[in-house]
């Protein structure tokens, strides 16, 4: 099975009800993997939403059509997960 038949049938997890941005926690570690299996595999997974986080969000953002802001709500959180990988 390919990563993306998978991405089609698996949910994203809950949004942790905060937007990550500039912050520390499980929830910024829980995005940092994800992003890191979907390609981006600069990013560093130490659970620190810091500049370079933001610089990958900013990228994966326009990359799917978001709103470009450098923070991940809810609709970046889901697309981290439901997006196909590009």
Request: aromatic residues 10%; glycine residues 10%.
């Amino acid at each position: 099975m390919t990563d993306q038949s998978v991405q089609e049938t698996v949910q994203a997890p809950p949004w942790p009800g905060r937007f990550l941005a500039l912050l520390r926690g499980d929830d910024v570690r829980t995005w940092q993997d994800k992003m890191l299996k979907r390609g981006w595999t600069s990013l560093v997974v130490d659970g620190i939403y810091g500049p370079h986080s933001e610089e990958v969000c900013v990228a994966f953002q326009k990359e799917k059509g978001l709103n470009v802001d450098g923070i991940v709500g809810p609709r970046t959180w889901e697309a981290t997960w439901k997006a196909p990988i590009t």
